[in-house]
């Protein structure tokens, strides 16, 4: 058994130990977070490519079924949040009525893209390219749309709150848009 002078030591080692250990457990579940992040991200493009190749984006047939990629690609978008969509390429997708709260579509390309009805609560649309993008009725409270080119987009009865940040120099009066007092 270590003398007295020696538990001081002993404890100091113990306490690195163990903060070692947190440290390492912290960045393993990281590192999978993003892992399955990815994967989610390389199944949601591929559910837009194909999306895309089909005639007015309607139905798939998969051995003999008929698949509906829009559902596969809405139950995909509606899993746990913060959705990361971090520089990705959507321009020209439906996106209607999907439920994009607090996604962080930063630099996204949503140019021509449909999404009208889409809650974009608390999304992060900093420095997005958004325009001719259609988000009529789309609910944009506490969206930060700061930088984002939100030229030719449609906002009638869009709502937002103040906490809303638009792109300096933005004409919100004439957007159509909406000003609602719930968050």
């Known amino acids: 058994m270590p003398g007295t002078d020696q538990l001081p030591i002993v404890l100091i ?6 903060c070692i250990l947190l ?65 990705i390429d959507l321009s020209s997708r439906d996106l209607s009525g999907i439920d994009l709260t607090k996604a962080d579509l930063q630099n996204a390309n949503l140019a021509g893209a449909l999404l009208n009805g889409t809650n974009l609560t608390d999304a992060d649309l900093k420095g997005a390219f958004v325009y001719y993008t259609d ?11 700061e930088g984002a080119d939100l030229e030719n987009a ?6 937002y709150t103040e906490k809303t940040v638009w792109p300096q120099g933005f004409d919100l009066k004439s957007s159509g848009a909406k000003q609602t007092q719930k968050p």
Do not use: T
Not at 154 to 159: M, N
């Open 13 to 18: 080692v113990i306490a690195v130990v163990i």
């Open 23 to 87: 440290l390492l457990r912290e960045f393993y579940c990281w590192y999978f977070k993003i892992n399955e992040a990815n994967r989610k991200l390389d199944r949601m493009v591929d559910l837009l490519e194909r999306n895309q190749q089909q005639d007015d984006d309607k139905v798939e047939d998969v051995g003999g079924e008929v698949k509906d990629l829009s559902h596969d690609l809405y139950l995909l978008l509606n899993h746990p949040k913060p959705l990361w969509l971090r520089g």
């Open 135 to 145: 988000l009529e009725g789309a609910i944009l409270s506490g969206a930060n749309l």
């Open 154 to 159: 449609k906002l009638a009865g869009a709502i």
